[in-house]
């Protein structure tokens, strides 16, 4: 049987995902990036480009973010207008971008602050890019909204396993986190979910998480995997950092369990040499964030993707 005939023909279960991560590491690395083959061009790589348009000052207590008001703070800086963000875009574009995201530290919008983040979508969108966002927890309405003004994803992470969600974030639960999803899902916006490895989970929780998004019908179109980036003042600022290679199965077993989805190698490039980077490509990975700043941390600059890019023939979409 076929990978592919296991997604459609049977639930990717626990046991499943569990299968392809003991895999000896170069068959796993094997069937991955023979899956992505199947369903993805080889040479080709998706680059989003990322702007925070609300920073810091957010009312959650997820362990790892920088945002959150419950840990020492962060430069906080309000609702930037549709004009400034249009500006953004519009560099982004410029420089190669296909996929504007845009990023608000909420645990969740209030009406009037969603209108203007809609105004900016259909503003964003008119310059003939992709537009996705992250805004926190959403009602049914306001995902009617963001649809109305043409939004194409809506990113809201599982982020961890549900045995671990607990032990990172306690001010809101993974079942809010699905509600909203599924009220994304239901007026018609791409799905764009993953999490973050490096939260001090074990390799069990990854399965498990793999597992969980797996496991949305349908599946994410989008599915990043950030590594951790330990950020000083946060409850999670000394995890133990992960192995490189259990990222790089991480990767591969993400691409056999969601083998349609774009893969994106999103937070922590910074922290990785170009050929573990490389690696996760091989993996299944096909997607990045492209320019110099991610929310409030680092990413690698533009010159350096290019590079990289030009130096593993990977052509941008
Ligand atoms: N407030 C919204 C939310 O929680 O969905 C949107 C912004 S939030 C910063 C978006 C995602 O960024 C999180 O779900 C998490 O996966 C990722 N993230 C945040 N801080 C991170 C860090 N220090 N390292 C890796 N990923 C991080
Ligand atoms: C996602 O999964 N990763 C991006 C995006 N969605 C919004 C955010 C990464 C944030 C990294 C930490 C920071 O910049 O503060
Ligand atoms: Fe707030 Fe999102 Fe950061 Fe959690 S991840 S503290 S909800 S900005």
Same mark, same amino acid.
């Given at each position: ?101 845009? &990023? ?8 009037? =602050?969603?209108? #203007?983040?809609? @105004? %900016? !979508?259909?503003? $964003? ?40 969600? &607990? ?8 079942? =809010?986190?699905? #509600?909203?999803? @599924? %009220? !994304?899902?239901? $007026? ?130």
């Amino acid at each position: 049987m076929t990978n592919s005939d296991t997604v459609s023909g049977r639930r990717i279960d626990k046991a499943q995902v569990r299968e392809w991560f003991e895999l000896p590491f170069f068959e796993l690395l094997h069937r991955a990036h023979d899956t992505h083959r199947r369903h993805f061009p080889g040479q080709r790589i998706q680059r989003s480009a990322l702007l925070s348009i609300k920073t810091g000052g957010c009312s959650e207590d997820c362990g790892y973010c920088a945002q959150s008001a419950r840990h020492h703070a962060h430069a906080r800086e309000p609702l930037l207008d549709t004009q400034t963000i249009v500006r953004h875009a519009a560099q982004a574009k410029a420089a190669g971008a296909t996929r504007f995201c845009m &990023g608000a530290a909420w645990r969740a919008p209030k009406d009037k =602050d969603l209108e #203007r983040v809609a @105004e %900016a !979508v259909a503003a $964003v969108k008119s310059l003939g890019l992709e537009t996705c966002v992250t805004l926190g927890m959403l009602s049914p309405p306001q995902a009617t909204r963001l649809k109305e003004a043409g939004l194409d994803y809506y990113n809201h992470n599982v982020d961890t396993s549900p045995e671990h969600y &607990g032990k990172v974030i306690t001010t809101h639960t993974l079942s =809010d986190r699905l #509600r909203t999803l @599924e %009220a !994304v899902r239901e $007026v018609g916006i791409k799905v764009c979910c993953g999490g973050i490895i490096g939260m001090g989970e074990t390799r069990e929780d990854r399965i498990s998480m793999l597992a969980l998004l797996a496991g949305l019908d349908p599946q994410p179109e989008s599915v990043p995997i950030n590594q951790l980036i330990p950020i000083p003042g946060t409850p999670l600022a000394d995890a133990p950092p992960v192995d490189p290679f259990e990222l790089v199965r991480t990767i591969a077993v993400a691409r056999l369990a969601l083998p349609r989805s774009y893969v994106r190698l999103s937070a922590g490039r910074s922290q990785m040499s170009d050929e573990l980077q490389a690696l996760c490509f091989y993996a299944g990975a096909n997607s990045l964030f492209y320019g110099e700043k991610l929310l409030t941390a680092g990413n690698p600059d533009v010159a350096h993707d290019d590079e990289l890019l030009a130096r593993l023939d990977l052509q941008p979409e």
